[in-house]
């Protein structure tokens, strides 16, 4: 397996746009995190998902932030209008769901909001 | 949710074992205990994971105190790649309960493998 597949793996956009950042979960992963780390706050959970339902969104920091999972092999998060302050690493991770589970992160996607 | 307390940053000499120190006394009976790790500009990677006894794999060794208080992650021989930011977390349960799983990650420590 290629392992949790991100993209873009960077992203350079103006302020006011819309960005959407895609991830491909491991085959037979049945829970998604997205996750993104600053400098200041380090890695902070947005959301989770256990079977492409959205379980626990309190992470998300405002409503200009929306993710998606339409299957269990694509999900989507979308920040509109995005802000300077967007700026980050994302990270999607994908586990098992069982009770001692290893998360499998991906290689993040580098936003950056000018 | 149980905290973790960690040292900010430690050195190890190259080909010497790093002791890396995990203070967690709030954890539950039914809480693991995990260690990631994050190399620069890399996602973080799953190290290890242990309960109550001492866990061992390729990578690492675990040792919980009997009181499971603390831990310390060992890594026996360590090699300049195993420079990184090692993360000790405390599995909170998610919401939707039994089966529910998230990470919540602190500062970590930064470990400097010296040449």
Redesign the interface.
Known sequence: DAGVIQSPRHEVTEMGQEVTLRCKPISGHNSLFWYRQTMMRGLELLIYFNNNVPIDDSGMPEDRFSAKMPNASFSTLKIQPSEPRDSAVYFCASSQTSWDAEAFFGQGTRLTVV | DAKTTQPTSMDCAEGRAANLPCNHSTISGNE?V?WYRQIHS?????II?G?KNNETNEMASLIITEDRKSSTLILPHATLRDTAVY?CIV?VS???G???????????TKLSVIP
């Open positions: 693991y995990y890399q996602g973080p990677q799953y994971h309960l993360y599995r998610g919401l939707s039994a089966g529910s799983y998230q990470l919540t990650f602190g500062k970590g």
